[in-house]
Nanobody, 122 residues
Framework: QVQLVESGGGLVQAGGSLRLSCTASGRTFSRYTMGWFRQAPGKEREFVSAISGSGGSVYYVDSVKDRFTISRDNAKNTVYLQMNSLKPEDTAVYYC???????????????WGQGTQVTVSS
């Protein structure tokens, strides 16, 4: 069982930056592919980005490429999402997710955090 706790959300003006963090429980963090998803009000949950266990492979949805950067620190059991040049359409609840190994391009995950709100004002 893996427990995930997100932090770092908040209110920011358009063009600003935020860094989300997700810390996982357990001793085998490096074996988990980690992903970030988001869900805006009235919309379905959307994949944002993923990173392999080693950090050597990353993947982004087109709408965040060149603005968001995913990274991880396996010594700290933590995955990050650096979000730059934020837009109002990035407003959503952001969720961290974990899957035991697997492709960064797959969207099925086994464990989910509780989410953190990101609000971008225009």
């Amino acid at each position: 069982q893996v427990q995930l706790v997100e932090s770092g959300g908040g209110l920011v003006q358009a063009g600003g930056s935020l860094r989300l963090s997700c810390t996982a429980s357990g001793r085998t963090f490096s074996r988990y592919t980690m992903g970030w998803f988001r869900q805006a009000p009235g919309k379905e949950r959307e994949f944002v980005s993923a990173i392999s266990g080693s950090g050597g492979s990353v993947y982004y949805v087109d709408s965040v490429k060149d603005r968001f950067t995913i990274s991880r620190d396996n010594a700290k059991n933590t995955v990050y999402l650096q979000m730059n040049s934020l837009k109002p359409e990035d407003t959503a609840v952001y969720y961290c997710a974990a899957r035991y190994f697997g492709s960064v391009k797959a969207y099925d995950y086994d464990y989910w955090g509780q989410g953190t709100q990101v609000t971008v004002s225009s």
